[in-house]
């Protein structure tokens, strides 16, 4: 994580937020929307520490905003992308991107879900691991309007980037040092999106 390698080599937090800067946590959340491989949550919860431990102000309002903007801006690209690509005879690799990190019985989910309670799912869809891309493809199949997706979408993201933020929180408040509170941070993140695997795991051993 470069959060995490900037402070454990002992750069003050000011510094940091100098030399990656929220431009920087900008570009890796949009990519992150784009292409869901990249570990936003993580991102943002590191980046919340280090506001945190920061003596400026409006640090985490700063993370919070630039966060949520470029999930929601990353979240409308991929669907318009993913839009075009119903569209067209060929399809797109956005699409087909899209396709594939949706399993069919998390696509089946979803669209029951989708039909039944509407835009509440694709709300709640950014809190849920994984949930996030199989709600979108729903929404793709539904043929929803971007501007639907878009009424939507908002508040999903400012709730996901709330969500991550407050871990990070929670994470910098338990150390004095800012790289302690960044792995703290990661490692929570980390079980939270692990865990509804491996109960779906156990369950299915039980």
Not at 28 to 38: C, H, K, Q, S, T
Not at 169 to 185: D, T
């Amino acid at each position: 994580m470069i959060w995490l390698a900037a402070t454990s080599t002992g750069v003050t937090p000011e510094s940091t937020q100098q030399a990656i800067g929220y431009p920087t946590l900008f570009l890796l959340v949009f990519l992150g929307a784009l292409v869901p491989v990249v570990p936003t949550g993580a991102l943002v919860s590191s980046a919340a520490v280090v506001a945190f431990h920061q003596s400026l102000p409006f640090a985490l309002l700063f993370v919070f905003v630039t966060a949520s903007l470029a999930a929601f801006l990353g979240d409308i690209a991929l669907y318009w992308l993913g839009r075009r690509g119903m569209g067209s005879k060929n399809g797109s690799r956005w699409l087909e991107a899209i396709r594939s990190r949706a399993p069919e019985e998390r696509l089946a989910q979803a669209q029951g879900k989708l039909a039944e309670h509407g835009v509440s799912v694709l709300v709640l869809s950014r809190l849920v691991p994984a949930g996030r891309i199989p709600v979108m493809l729903a929404c793709l199949m539904a043929k929803w309007p971007l501007r639907r997706f878009v009424r939507g979408n908002a508040p999903a993201c400012l709730a996901w980037a709330v969500t991550y933020q407050v871990i990070g929180i929670l994470g910098g408040s338990l150390f004095k040092e800012p790289w302690e509170g960044v792995v703290a941070a990661v490692a929570l993140t980390v079980v939270i999106s692990a865990a509804p695997s491996l109960w779906k795991r156990v369950r299915s051993a039980g």
